[in-house]
Structure formats: structure tokens, C-alpha cells
């Protein structure tokens, strides 16, 4: 046999083993059951507006505000965006809220992915805990966000009990540039997501542990005296992150996904302000106004020697000792003076610029405006796919959300109502489709409570207030609270 003839020969058994049907592995297409799983990654996107209590009620427009802790959540510039009540060169900020469901009503369809298999999720519980220091031009803090749902199919209640953890962390860090009228942050968000059964014997069982970080930057646009703010973040994705404790492949009767992907996301908006009360306050940095008054002090004891000088001068040589001894004991006095001036002016400065910012018109009106774009998963499935063992995929094209709301103070010092709405669109679609979303209506309400110091622990004349949200749509309701300083 001819060399030729061998090659052409090798090149047939070839060809005829690359025909030989195999058993293709199991993918992640939809509708396929079981291992099909282990092709997919797990789409951790929760549809509705999961938030503080001011940034709920305000449908989630709340990037081109970006106050305190609250904005966070939307914009990585919020640790350094100044507030009017702002005015010490070092402040902070704490926050606690909680959202639940309401109890009027069941709560079945958290994803909006048309999934009817009895999953309840009105048990979940959304906590927020966060701090924010700022120093100067400089922004710093962390804010956590906790989400604790039952995940337990009701067929299943009496058998077997799983719920889910989602916890999602922010370290931000930010400065104002441009005299406060642009500020730019930036830092990671941290995902964390388990899930854990118990079984009716009392045993746990975890499936499902995963946590990954990724950067996100913001900016805040709010140039001073202005009726208006622009702001947006843009948030890079946690992916491939693996899933399962010690990477197996399989828990009990659950096939556990390859990995699970947080998309990419980018928030953006803008906020307008009409009313006599303005927006954007230029902020004043008090060791500016505190150097101000040393330069201040500085020149006048120069003047005062050099006029001294002359004085003695002039003065007979007989008199000059008694009169360099007067003029050295009004030095004294008015030095003292000036040293005590010094020594208050903190009190003194914060005392003052309390009583403008109190004098200011509570009058206003509020738009905000928002967009919220979520980047796609490839092989992405939902959260109730993976309880269904049945492909649901989601998250296979990018969507929008945009946010509306509107917000006033109608009765000065006591009632201040918000109203918004946004959509939610679906993640459950092949191809983009404009027709498939969900529409939210939002309401908030700040109420004046009382004063109260805590017991020495905040400024004589410290205000309260509680805040309550409320997120309606089809098949789901949410209520939120918070309690908080009267601004």
C-alpha cells in the first residue's frame, strides 16, 4: 500500500468516527429538566426596587439626588455629595431601614417570570445598614443591604423548608472637585447569595454559597445656586463565581448551576427643584472660614505693633515706659479676646450656619428623573428555574427601567408625600420585547415627629421623623420604614 493510499485511508476512519453519534451533554436550553442545570448561571436580578424608604418612595429615581446613605444605592459619588444641613468640615451619617411585604395579600411572583409553582415569598425581609463619614471635600463609608426570603414551594411546606440570603455591600469612597459643584466616587460592591434547606428531621443542608466583588464609579453634577443635578454610576459585573460548597455538582436532589453572574449595570438621572427652597447650597469648608479669621486676627495685631511703635515714638522719653506699659496690657486684653474667638469659632460658626439652613423656606417642589440599563447572563436562568430543576432562562437580553417620581413638603415642618412610579421590565424574554414589563406605583411619606437629643447624643433641637414607603404592583406589594433626623 502506497503512502498516498494509507493517508486517504487514516483520513476515512476519520471522518467516520467524527460521524459515530455520541451522547451530547446536557445544556442549558429552555425547558430542559435536571443536569441540564449544571450548564446554566444563576441570574441575581431582583426586579423591583429594593431600597431605603426615601429611594423607594421616589421609584428608584433618586441618582441625580444622591444624599446620604440612601444614595449609595444608586450613585458611587453619594459618601461626598454635601446636604444643606451639611456644615461641619467632619460629619457622618447612620441609616437603618427595613421593607417587608405587606400582609394583606399573598406574594407570589418576585422574579415577573410567570413561574406558577406555589413559591411564596411573603416572608422575605429586606434590611439595610450602612455608615458614611465625611471629611472635608472627602467621602467615605459602607452600606449593607440584607435580603431574607422563603424560597419553600407550597406543595413542599410540609417536607422541606429553604430560604435565601442575598446580601449586597458597598465601600465607597469620594471627593468633591470644581468647588463642590462636581463630585466623582467610586469603590466595590460585594455579593454574597446563599441558600440552605431544613429538612423535616431538623438537618441543614446548604446548596448554594457563593460571593464575588466587582468596581463601580459614579459622578454627581450639582453646580451651586442651580435648580437642577445630574448624576451616574456604572457598575461592572460579579461573575464567575462558583456556586456550590466544595464545588459539587449535585446536592440532594438539586443540580446546582455552574456559576452565578450579576450583570453589569449603568443608573443614571437627573433631579429638578422648583419652589423658593434652593437645591444646590454652595457647602463652605470651616477650616476655610477658620484660616480666613486667623489671617484676619494676624494683620490686625501687625497693625496694632506697627501703630504701637509710632506711639511710643511720639511719647517724651520720661513718659515712654508708663506709656509702652499701657499699651502692652490692651495688647493683652485684646489678644485674649481674639484668642477666645478663636477657640469658639467652631461653636459659634456651626450655631450660625444651623440658624440659616433653619431659616431657609421649606417651600419646593421635587422631579426626579431615572434610568436603570441591566447588562445581560449568557445561559443566565431565574431563581424559581433553579428550585424547579427546569430551565427558565433569564436575563438573555439587556433592559431598561426607567423611574419617574415627584415630591413636596405640603404642610411645612410636618407632612412631606412622594409619589412614583417605574417599570420593571421582564427578564424572561428571547429577544428584547417593549411590551413585556410590569408597571410600579410608589408611594412615601415623611412625618414629623418630636424633638429629642437622645441623651446628649445629638445638637439641642434635634427633629425626628418616621418615613413609610409603599411599591404596588401585579402579584406583588412592598412596605417599607424607616425612622430618621427631620431635614
Known amino acids: 500500500m502506497t503512502s498516498r493510499s494509507r493517508l486517504a485511508l487514516l483520513a476515512t476512519a476519520a471522518l467516520c468516527l467524527l460521524a459515530i453519534p455520541r451522547e451530547a451533554g446536557a445544556q442549558c436550553v429552555q425547558g430542559a429538566a435536571g443536569e441540564a ?13 429594593l431600597a431605603g424608604a426615601r429611594v423607594l418612595g421616589l421609584a428608584g429615581a433618586y441618582q441625580g439626588l444622591a444624599e446620604g446613605l440612601e444614595g449609595y444605592a444608586v450613585n458611587s459619588a453619594a459618601p461626598a455629595v454635601r446636604t ?11 441609616d437603618a431601614s427595613i421593607s417587608i411585604p405587606t400582609p394583606f395579600r399573598r406574594l407570589d411572583d418576585l422574579e415577573y417570570d410567570g413561574i406558577k409553582e406555589g413559591f411564596d415569598y411573603s416572608k422575605f425581609i429586606f434590611l439595610t445598614l450602612g455608615a458614611n463619614a465625611q471629611l472635608g471635600p472627602w467621602g467615605f463609608g459602607v452600606s449593607t443591604d440584607l435580603t431574607r426570603f422563603d424560597l419553600t414551594p407550597e406543595a413542599r411546606a410540609g417536607e ?8 449586597r455591600t458597598r ?7 470644581l468647588d463642590g459643584d462636581l463630585v466623582i466616587g467610586g469603590g466595590f460592591r460585594h455579593v454574597g447569595f446563599d441558600i440552605s434547606g431544613t429538612a423535616p428531621d431538623g438537618g441543614t443542608q446548604r446548596v448554594v454559597a457563593v460571593s464575588g466583588f466587582a468596581p463601580e464609579l459614579g459622578l454627581v453634577y450639582r453646580p451651586d445656586e442651580h435648580w437642577y443635578r445630574v448624576g451616574a454610576t456604572f457598575r461592572f459585573p460579579v461573575q464567575n463565581a462558583r456556586t456550590s460548597p466544595g464545588d459539587q455538582e449535585r446536592v440532594q436532589r438539586w443540580w446546582v448551576p455552574s456559576s452565578v453572574n450579576l450583570p453589569w449595570e449603568i443608573d443614571f438621572g437627573v433631579a429638578i427643584q422648583g419652589g423658593a427652597r434652593p437645591l444646590n447650597l454652595h457647602w463652605v469648608n470651616p477650616h476655610d472660614e477658620e484660616d480666613k479669621l486667623r489671617a484676619d486676627i494676624a494683620k490686625a495685631r501687625d497693625s496694632r505693633h506697627a501703630q504701637n511703635a509710632g506711639t511710643l515714638a511720639g511719647t517724651p522719653p520720661e513718659l515712654r515706659e508708663a ?18 474667638e478663636l477657640r469658639e469659632f467652631g461653636k459659634r460658626y456651626a450655631k ?4 440659616r439652613y433653619l431659616k431657609l423656606p421649606r417651600d419646593y417642589i421635587l422631579f426626579a428623573l431615572g434610568m436603570l440599563i441591566t447588562g445581560p447572563t449568557e445561559n443566565g436562568i431565574s431563581l424559581e428555574s ?18 419617574a417620581s415627584v415630591e413636596s413638603e405640603i404642610i411645612p415642618n410636618l407632612l412631606r408625600p412622594r409619589v412614583g412610579t417605574y417599570i420593571e421590565p421582564s427578564r424572561f424574554t428571547p429577544t428584547a420585547d417593549w411590551r413585556a414589563f410590569r408597571q410600579h406605583v410608589t408611594l412615601g411619606l415623611d412625618v414629623y415627629l418630636f424633638q ?8 439641642e433641637g434635634t427633629a425626628w421623623r418616621v418615613t413609610t414607603a409603599l411599591d404596588v404592583t401585579h402579584n406583588y406589594w412592598n412596605y417599607g420604614l424607616s425612622i430618621g433626623i427631620w431635614r
Open 160 to 167: 422541606e423548608r429553604w430560604s435565601g440570603l442575598l446580601s
Open 352 to 355: 450660625a450656619a444651623r440658624a
Open 84 to 94: 444643606a444641613w451639611s456644615h461641619d468640615w467632619f460629619d457622618y451619617d447612620l
Open 37 to 49: 442545570i449544571r450548564s446554566c448561571r444563576l441570574h441575581i436580578v431582583t426586579g423591583p426596587i
Open 171 to 177: 465601600l465607597l469612597g469620594a471627593r468633591a472637585l
Open 452 to 459: 429629642w437629643t437622645v441623651f446628649g447624643l445629638y445638637d
Open 323 to 340: 506709656r509702652a506699659r499701657e499699651l502692652a496690657e490692651d495688647e493683652r486684653v485684646v489678644r485674649e479676646k481674639e484668642d477666645r
Open 386 to 403: 433553579f428550585f424547579t430543576q427546569q430551565v427558565t432562562r433569564a436575563g438573555a437580553v439587556v433592559t431598561y427601567s426607567p423611574r
